[in-house]
Nanobody, 127 residues
Framework: QVQLVESGGGLVQGGGSLRLSCAAS????????MGWFRQAPGKEREFVARISWRGSNTYYADSVKGRFTISRDNAKNTVYLQMNSLKPEDTAVYYC????????????????????WGQGTQVTVSS
């Protein structure tokens, strides 16, 4: 079992930055790819970014490419999402998720590829 707890959300002006963190419990964290998703009001949850278990492969949604950076620190059981140049359309609840396919380095853009989810953290970007 893996438990995930997100933090770092808040209110920021457009053009600003935030860094989200996702702390994971469990010894197997370092074996799993991790992802970030987001859900805006009235919209479906959507893929944002993903990082492979060693951190060697990263994947991004086109809407955040060049602005967001996903990273991980396996010694701290934590994955991060650095968000720069934020836009009002980035406003959403952000969720981290774990893909329990051990040592899998491929892409994973779909929700059903992830087995564990955090409770989410709200990010609000004002115009």
């Amino acid at each position: 079992q893996v438990q995930l707890v997100e933090s770092g959300g808040g209110l920021v002006q457009g053009g600003g930055s935030l860094r989200l963190s996702c702390a994971a419990s469990g010894r197997t964290f370092s074996n799993y790819a991790m992802g970030w998703f987001r859900q805006a009001p009235g919209k479906e949850r959507e893929f944002v970014a993903r990082i492979s278990w060693r951190g060697s492969n990263t994947y991004y949604a086109d809407s955040v490419k060049g602005r967001f950076t996903i990273s991980r620190d396996n010694a701290k059981n934590t994955v991060y999402l650095q968000m720069n140049s934020l836009k009002p359309e980035d406003t959403a609840v952000y969720y981290c998720a774990a893909d329990s396919r051990t040592y899998y380095s491929g892409s994973g853009y779909e929700e059903d590829e992830y087995n564990y989810w955090g409770q989410g953290t709200q990010v609000t970007v004002s115009s």
